[in-house]
């Protein structure tokens, strides 16, 4: 009977590690710890949230990071590998995806630093033209490698990679600039959630 108790005791304990590290944002879990590249470093969730617009939610944002950041220059001035995971709860056109990111680029650089990385907006365009729609439930992951640059993931499947550390801090602004696209979701992926 005492065995019986400690298997059990032990089961619930387990189980229980298991919830605490995990979040939920309206019903998508979030693995708490995981990595972009095989030798890579272990990167955590810094934070999360619901990118609405108007009265539509349309993604849950995370941000992962290899140490949590609460400030978004700190999280833009960091060199290491990152993640921004979009999962979707409607579905988008790759046509609404690229507004979308074109503006959040436009709201937060100048023409000049836009024109910097023209051949760089390109290709995303190119990227997300080929994906032509997103449905509810599908997963969109922007990772920053660095040496290797910013890979566009969609349901686990590498789409494209685009070169440049300036590239990735610049797709970064559009959740984490000046003018983010969503104030609350900036909040939320910094960890004031």
Do not use: C
């Not at 979040?23 to 890579?40: H, M, N, P, Q, Y």
């Not at 833009?76 to 074109?102: E, F, I, T, W, Y």
């Amino acid at each position: 009977m005492r065995l019986i108790f400690y298997n059990a005791l032990f089961f619930y304990s387990f189980l229980s590690s298991l919830a605490v590290g995990a979040a939920e944002v309206e019903g998508v879990k979030l693995t708490d710890r995981i990595r972009v590249a095989e030798s890579g470093p272990e990167l955590v969730l810094n934070g999360a949230g619901v990118r609405t617009r108007f009265v539509f939610r349309v993604y849950v944002g995370a941000l992962y990071l290899k140490q949590k950041m609460a400030a978004a220059p700190e999280v833009l001035n960091d060199a290491g590998p990152k993640r921004v995971a979009m999962h979707l709860l409607r579905d988008l056109s790759s046509d609404q995806l690229l507004s979308a990111l074109n503006d959040g680029l436009k709201n937060n650089h100048t023409p000049e630093q836009l024109a910097a990385l023209e051949a760089q907006i390109k290709q995303l365009e190119s990227i997300f033209g080929a994906v032509k729609a997103a449905k509810a439930g599908d997963v969109i992951l922007i990772d920053y490698i660095p040496d290797t640059g910013t890979r566009i993931m969609v349901n686990g499947e590498a789409k494209g990679t685009i070169r440049g550390a300036d590239f990735n801090t610049a797709l970064l602004r559009v959740w984490l600039g000046a003018n983010p696209a969503d104030a609350d979701l900036k909040k939320a992926m910094l960890g004031g959630g």
